[in-house]
């Protein structure tokens, strides 16, 4: 019977979106968690909801020869990554096909996808931690949540971190013992640059009272690497940060690079969190977008600027549009460090900006996207689609919406030429994809309608 909790034998015959293993038991399709594509596996069924089902991995029967011991100590009872017991070839085989599959299944679009690019030695790559702070019985825990619960795992031995930031984050976990009263700080943030080592944390509590000052001292003196602390107040538990900042010691911003580039990031500020692998991103956008310096380019949600100063390298123009001021104030200030004078940034919602610019008879030969989880909203998606612009480079964390937003694209005018992932997000499943459509000619849109 095909109830919750019976047991079952399957073989994996599919991989989710998310990296889980998918079985089929007649027409129910389960997920299965930590079970790899041609494992036979023992599973109970743990949640039945019509024809989708959620399986909990009992025993592996028969194992895939890319399943590995895992490096990390706690990858069974850790979430923070999902393919720890999968080797690095596996993890970029199933991250291209997750991408493939998004595009054949949800945009119906058959598209070849290359070979995603990855990292050579894929560890300690995160510039960037918000860990969560846990209260359990006396000891405080700073680290990601246990899998399918809310207690933490501490990060004090997390291998996507440099050991300083271990090293540290084991001693805000005494810190906070000591100094804070019970519950008051929820999260700490952890910056360090890939530059210099140098750190920036950011505590994050729930009221505006500051109540740290001697765990700060001690910081400073005990991590000179600290080169910057703030203090975030954030009301709402389900926002990683809340919108006030206070600066309380050290300097205001941290200094890192990607490629050639310097950046000075303000706490609040995107910063993609795998230095090595954004360059190669970025090289990969700037390959696609094909410049040869004459051209306007549009780097709508540009963050602090990193694309644009990437892109206004090779091209005549650059128009940043970006809708946190701050994260634009900083892209001036890293185009004037860089001494980069032909790009301007724009505070604005790019859905709207970009209509209005057009209408003024302005013209983009290329626009690069690069927005956040959701896509582009749809607004957006009609602009581009009216722009004339001969190429547009879209980047996108996710390829579900990817895919929805190239579909569009392709039913109004263009076509997509290349799908490339790169592999930010080492050990777990999320991926960053980078597409290049060109715009097509009247007759050439009237034949692939046809
Ligand atoms: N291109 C940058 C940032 C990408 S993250 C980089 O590579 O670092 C997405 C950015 O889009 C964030 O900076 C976010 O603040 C911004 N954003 C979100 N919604 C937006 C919108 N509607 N219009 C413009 N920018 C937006």
């Given at each position: 019977?095909?109830?919750?909790?019976?047991?079952?034998?399957?073989?994996?015959?599919?991989?989710?979106?998310?990296?889980?293993?998918?079985?089929?038991?007649?027409?129910?399709?389960?997920?299965?968690?930590?079970?790899?594509?041609?494992e036979?596996?023992?599973?109970?069924?743990?949640?039945?909801?019509?024809?989708?089902?959620?399986?909990?991995?009992?025993?592996?029967?028969?194992?895939?020869?890319?399943?590995?011991?895992?490096?990390?100590?706690?990858?069974?009872?850790?979430?923070?990554?999902?393919l720890?017991?999968?080797?690095?070839?596996?993890?970029?085989?199933?991250?291209?096909?997750?991408?493939?599959?998004?595009?054949?299944?949800?945009?119906?679009?058959?598209?070849?996808?290359?070979?995603?690019?990855?990292?050579?030695?894929?560890?300690?790559?995160?510039?960037?931690?918000?860990?969560?702070?846990?209260?359990?019985?006396?000891?405080?825990?700073?680290?990601?949540?246990?899998?399918?619960?809310?207690?933490?795992?501490?990060?004090?031995?997390?291998?996507?971190?440099?050991?300083?930031?271990?090293?540290?984050?084991?001693?805000?976990?005494?810190?906070?013992?000591?100094?804070?009263?019970?519950?008051?700080?929820?999260?700490?943030?952890?910056r360090?640059?890939s530059?210099?080592?140098?750190?920036?944390?950011?505590?994050?509590?729930?009221?505006?009272?500051?109540?740290?000052?001697?765990?700060?001292?001690?910081?400073?003196?005990?991590?000179?690497?600290?080169?910057?602390?703030?203090?975030?107040?954030?009301?709402?538990?389900?926002?990683?940060?809340?919108?006030?900042?206070?600066?309380?010691?050290?300097?205001?911003?941290?200094?890192?690079?990607?490629g050639?580039?310097?950046?000075?990031?303000?706490?609040?500020s995107?910063?993609q969190?795998?230095?090595?692998?954004?360059?190669?991103?970025?090289?990969?956008?700037?390959?696609?977008?094909?410049?040869?310096?004459?051209?306007?380019?549009?780097d709508?949600?540009?963050?602090?600027?990193t694309?644009?100063?990437?892109?206004a390298?090779?091209?005549?123009?650059?128009?940043?549009?970006?809708?946190?001021?701050?994260?634009?104030?900083?892209?001036?200030?890293?185009?004037?460090?860089?001494?980069?004078?032909?790009?301007?940034?724009?505070?604005?919602?790019?859905?709207?900006?970009?209509?209005?610019?057009?209408?003024?008879?302005?013209?983009?030969?290329?626009?690069?996207?690069?927005?956040?989880?959701?896509?582009?909203?749809?607004?957006?998606?009609?602009?581009?689609?009216?722009?004339?612009?001969?190429?547009?480079?879209?980047?996108?964390?996710?390829?579900?919406?990817l895919?929805r937003?190239?579909?569009?694209?392709?039913?109004?005018?263009?076509?997509?030429?290349?799908?490339q992932?790169?592999?930010?997000?080492?050990?777990?499943?999320?991926?960053?994809?980078?597409?290049?459509?060109?715009?097509?000619?009247?007759?050439?849109h009237?034949?692939?309608?046809?």
């Open positions: 019977m095909v109830v919750v909790d019976s047991e079952h034998i399957v073989t994996i015959t599919g991989i989710s979106h998310q990296g889980a293993g998918i079985a089929r038991i007649n027409n129910l399709v389960v997920f299965v968690a930590k079970a790899l594509l041609g036979v596996v023992r599973i109970r069924l743990t949640e039945i909801k019509k024809n989708l089902a959620k399986g909990e991995l009992l025993e592996i029967i028969t194992p895939q020869k890319e399943r590995i011991a895992s490096l990390c100590a706690f990858s069974e009872i850790c979430g923070g990554c999902e720890q017991h999968a080797s690095y070839s596996y993890q970029l085989d199933a991250k291209r096909q997750i991408v493939a599959e998004a595009f054949q299944r949800l945009a119906k679009i058959d598209v070849p996808v290359a070979p995603v690019i990855g990292m050579e030695t894929p560890w300690r790559y995160r510039n960037k931690g918000v860990f969560h702070a846990d209260y359990q019985a006396g000891k405080v825990v700073l680290g990601f949540y246990q899998q399918g619960s809310h207690q933490c795992h501490s990060a004090s031995q997390c291998l996507l971190f440099s050991e300083e930031v271990n090293r540290l984050v084991s001693y805000l976990e005494k810190g906070l013992q000591q100094y804070s009263p019970a519950h008051y700080v929820q999260k700490i943030m952890i360090q640059s530059f210099n080592g140098e750190m920036m944390l950011v505590f994050v509590t729930k009221d505006n009272s500051w109540r740290l000052t001697e765990l700060v001292k001690n910081i400073i003196t005990d991590f000179p690497q600290v080169i910057s602390i703030y203090h975030n107040i954030n009301t709402n538990p389900k926002l990683m940060l809340g919108k006030i900042f206070h600066h309380i010691s050290g300097r205001e911003k941290l200094h890192d690079t990607i050639d580039f310097h950046f000075q990031l303000s706490p609040q995107f910063f969190v795998n230095n090595q692998q954004t360059q190669r991103l970025y090289q990969k956008a700037l390959e696609l977008a094909q410049l040869t310096g004459t051209e306007q380019v549009v709508a949600y540009c963050g602090i600027g694309i644009s100063l990437y892109l390298q090779q091209t005549l123009m650059v128009y940043g549009v970006e809708s946190v001021s701050q994260a634009v104030k900083d892209a001036q200030q890293n185009a004037h460090d860089n001494h980069i004078a032909n790009c301007q940034f724009i505070t604005a919602k790019a859905e709207d900006w970009l209509p209005k610019w057009l209408a003024k008879n302005h013209h983009a030969d290329v626009i690069v996207v690069d927005p956040p989880r959701k896509g582009c909203d749809s607004q957006m998606l009609h602009a581009l689609a009216n722009s004339a612009a001969e190429k547009i480079v879209y980047i996108s964390c996710e390829p579900s919406t895919a937003d190239v579909r569009y694209l392709q039913e109004n005018g263009y076509q997509v030429q290349c799908v992932p790169v592999d930010l997000f080492s050990w777990s499943w999320h991926v960053e994809t980078v597409c290049l459509l060109s715009k097509l000619s009247a007759q050439q009237i034949e692939v309608a046809l």
